[in-house]
Nanobody, 131 residues
Framework: VQLQAFGGGLVQPGGSLRLSCEGS????????VGWFRQVPGKEREGVAW????????YYQDFVKGRFTISRDNAKNTVYLEMHGLKPEDTALYLC?????????????????????????WGQGTLVTVSS
């Protein structure tokens, strides 16, 4: 039972990438899913999250208007479309899933540590924005 994140790579500033978060032995249909990112030496930060049904999304201000989170429950996958990438977007991007609306909301919007050991985490995919 795990999450797997895919789609990272090297892209020039202003470019685009689409990340995927897939459940393996885990049905994402019943889980809220969030994207986080981490740079060595810096605190992990929430980026965006989407509710179980996909009827609501949230974005941190630093990605608002550039990133879009979506889900396809039939494919058991959550996506993060990233456009207008900047060098400061360079990070390891991780996805997490949790059945609790409040844990995911606070985890993304305030402190990732609010997600508990019962939450599911993917291994991360590296995004590098550089010319």
């Amino acid at each position: 039972v795990q999450l797997q994140a895919f789609g990272g790579g090297l892209v020039q500033p202003g470019g685009s990438l689409r990340l995927s978060c897939e459940g393996s032995g885990l049905s994402l249909e019943y889980l809220n899913v969030g994207w986080f990112r981490q740079v060595p030496g810096k605190e992990r930060e929430g980026v965006a999250w989407i509710t179980k049904s996909g009827d609501a999304t949230y974005y941190q201000d630093f990605v608002k208007g550039r990133f879009t989170i979506s889900r396809d429950n039939a494919k058991n996958t959550v996506y993060l479309e990233m456009h207008g990438l900047k060098p400061e977007d360079t990070a390891l991007y991780l996805c997490a899933a949790d059945s609790s609306y409040d844990r995911m909301r606070v985890g993304v919007q305030s402190n990732w540590r609010f997600l508990t050991p019962s939450s599911y985490w993917g291994q991360g995919t590296l995004v590098t924005v550089s010319s």
